[in-house]
Nanobody
Framework: QVQLVESGGGLAHPGGSLRLSCAAS????????MSWVRQAPGKGLEWVSG????????GYADSVKGRFTIFRDNAKNTLTLQMNSLKPEDTALYYC?????????RGQGTQVTVSS
């Protein structure tokens, strides 16, 4: 079955960086678009970024554009989100999602907290 395991979250100061990783298994990763979505406390899911199966298309939410970078390694079945210039409003539970959008299969998430 589809398995997505996120890692790399933690506590960062404003302006700091974190790198999230997602290990995928149980499906043909190289044929799937992938996304990162997040859920802040008390709020709904927010799409953060997506990448097409071969990396040919990438998109970002306006809230993270210029600060976050998504990339993938199809040989290793991994998806990565490099997060720079973090802000307190980036605090959320981050999920790796199969597909482009909010509602594909996702993992358990990794918590990112940005605070001074």
């Amino acid at each position: 079955q589809v398995q997505l395991v996120e890692s790399g979250g933690g506590l960062a100061h404003p302006g700091g960086s974190l790198r999230l990783s997602c290990a995928a298994s149980g499906f043909t990763f190289s044929s799937s678009s992938m996304s990162w979505v997040r859920q802040a406390p008390g709020k709904g899911l927010e799409w953060v970024s997506g990448i097409r199966h071969d990396g040919s298309g990438i998109g970002y939410a306006d809230s993270v554009k210029g600060r976050f970078t998504i990339f993938r390694d199809n040989a290793k079945n991994t998806l990565t989100l490099q997060m720079n210039s973090l802000k307190p409003e980036d605090t959320a539970l981050y999920y790796c999602v199969r597909g482009w959008g909010l509602f594909g299969s996702r993992g358990q998430g990794t918590q990112v907290t940005v605070s001074s």
